[in-house]
């Protein structure tokens, strides 16, 4: 009986003390975790933000069980060398690797593919390869990483993390609608399993998509999201990375002195922590905001400014913006001959660098170019290439900006049906990714060509649909547009 009381009591003592134990482990594992995250992402050598948080996890956890007292310490001040010492030794060549590649990407980089071609089974390590192929501009390389990876083989985490490499390419081609579906999906995976950095890094794609489909009200709710979790994790490069977006978000908007408070407060974090690429990236953005608000002259010095820093540090991603900046600037001045300039440059270097998305913006700035001019056979040439099914990531958004453009030309030929043909087109792309703003616009043309035509009972019904849709996304330039157009339609 004596006995079976001191045993009652030590496994009382067991139950109560057990649990308290455990949490203060994982209370110590996520302390040690959030300072060598911290500390990484601000001693990175990296140009973007990598971070996989499960097998960081598993790094400090090994350094914790093992006692490694002296490599922790220094992995919390962003010293890797003594952590990798330790993890090739006990053989951890995986575990090693990703460190090394959130430490610097371009210098892993090869020791990940060696590793891949050992182990081209091992999709995890694909994975990292495909997002550091796709944040150095090589997107066919990532895409042919992802194309590899079996989904049914992926576990949770490296599923989400699929999920949103796949939105990102979706995004790319304008296929708005998959990509936010993909997106949610993985913010959803990275929230159950608490990896907040990655959670956080796809609430700003998801605020990205909702911001270029002009859904400003749930792309800010998904950047403050990001921000808070960034927040949350003390995590202050990537905050400025969404004051940038959120920034973007606001100048879109028309939002101006909100738009720049976000850029001023981005800059002030990526130069106290001396980020030059970072800081010509906001430049970028300033000149776009100023060439918003007509300041020409301030927009051109900005956007120089942001070119000299980027080819300074030959960051050609960078580059070709300014390029492209600089191009609706003069366009905007009706240089037209400098804009076409400006914006052939641009074109080649995303071309180059296999960025379809801007070469396509960037021809389509050519063809305004050669439409301002009345150059509209040339323009229809350069319009054509985009909207041919072969291209290089076809594009449902750029495509119908094509045909939009497209249509304007026959209008402007008198070719009236041909015209009508060609905005139907472009309506039909922009409902399949239920982009407002595009539907609103080919309504407005399509009623145009109807009243042109004389059915001025369609062409009411047509620009009545065009201001719903309009209204609808809360664009009320684009309804003062319309509303004058068919004003002065109707009185003449």
Known sequence: MKYFEYIFFIVFLCLCLGPIILSFRSIKKQYFFRLVQR??????????????????????????????????????????????????????????????TIFDANKACPKLKKFIREKPKY?????????????????????????NIAPEKLKKISAAQALYLQAFFDLDDGNMLPSSQKANAAAKIFKKNKAFFEEAQTYCLLGVIYRTAIICDVAQMMFDT????????????????????????????????????????????????????????????????????NDLVAAQ????????????HKELKGVALSYDILAQIAWNRKNFDTAFEQASLA????????????????????????????????????????????????????????????????????????????????????????RLSGIATDYANIGLVEMKCGNFEQAQKTIHTALEYAKANHDDELVELINKNFNLKSES
């Open 301 to 312: 010095n900005t956007a120089t400014k942001a070119l000299q820093q980027h080819q300074k």
């Open 347 to 434: 074109k080649e270097i995303y071309l180059k660098n296999k960025n379809y998305s801007a070469a396509f913006e960037c021809m389509h700035l050519l063809a305004l170019t050669l439409f301002s001019q009345e150059k509209f056979d040339e323009a229809e040439k350069i319009l054509r290439q985009i909207t041919k099914k072969n291209v290089p990531h076809f594009s449902n958004f750029h495509t119908a900006n094509a045909y939009n453009l497209l249509g304007l030309i026959y209008l402007q030929k008198k070719d009236l049906d041909r015209a009508k043909a060609l905005f139907n087109q472009s309506l039909d792309l922009e409902q399949f990714n239920n």
């Open 226 to 293: 990001a921000l808070k979790i960034f927040k949350n994790q003390n995590l202050v490069l990537q905050q400025a990375d969404v004051y940038g977006n959120l920034g973007m978000l606001m100048a879109i908007q028309q939002r101006f002195a909100e738009a720049d408070d976000y850029y001023q407060k981005a800059l002030e974090i990526f130069s106290a922590h001396r980020k030059y690429i970072k800081i010509a990236e906001i430049y970028n953005q300033q000149a776009l905001l100023l060439l918003m608000q």
């Open 123 to 147: 999709y995890p390590a694909l994975l990292y390869l495909a997002y550091v192929y796709l944040q150095n501009g090589e997107k066919e390389k990532a895409l042919l990483c992802l194309n």
């Open 39 to 100: 500390a990484l992402l601000l001693k990175s050598k990296n140009d973007f933000s990598f971070l996989p948080t499960d097998d960081l996890k598993k790094i400090v956890q090994l350094l914790l069980a093992k006692k490694q007292k002296f490599a922790l310490a220094k992995l919390c001040d962003g010293d890797i060398k003594p952590t990798v010492a330790f993890l090739k030794k006990h053989k951890k060549t995986f575990l090693t690797l990703v460190l090394q």
